[in-house]
Nanobody
Framework: QVQLVESGGGLVQAGGSLRLSCAAS????????MGWFRQAPGKEREFVAA????????YYAESVKGRFTISRDNAKNTVYLQMDSLTPEDTAIYYC??????????????????WGQGTQVTVSS
């Protein structure tokens, strides 16, 4: 059974940084695409970034490009989201997700079969 557990959220001032972690277990994830999504109050869940585990290729939403970096640690079965230059608009619950057997990175949330419980990120102005 696939389990995704996020950690690393918290409260940070605008301009600051946070690193989110997603510990994955229950499968071999080499054929998966791992994604980060976020959902702000009253808004739809939106794509943030994703990485193909096997080759490490990445894709970012325009709103975070140049500020966020997604990466993975094979030995720890963990995916990270390094978030720099945070703004209040980044405030949301951040979710880790997994798309099994994927050869392409998709941005639609319905493409991802497994989800973590989410971690809150709050950026104060």
């Amino acid at each position: 059974q696939v389990q995704l557990v996020e950690s690393g959220g918290g409260l940070v001032q605008a301009g600051g940084s946070l690193r989110l972690s997603c510990a994955a277990s229950g499968r071999t994830f080499s054929s998966y695409v791992m994604g980060w999504f976020r959902q702000a109050p009253g808004k739809e869940r939106e794509f943030v970034a994703a990485i193909r585990w096997s080759v490490g290729s990445t894709y970012y939403a325009e709103s975070v490009k140049g500020r966020f970096t997604i990466s993975r640690d094979n030995a720890k079965n963990t995916v990270y989201l390094q978030m720099d230059s945070l703004t209040p608009e980044d405030t949301a619950i951040y979710y880790c997700a997994a798309d099994r057997g994927a050869s392409l990175i998709k941005t639609q949330k319905n493409a991802y079969e497994y989800w973590g419980q989410g971690t809150q990120v709050t950026v104060s102005s």
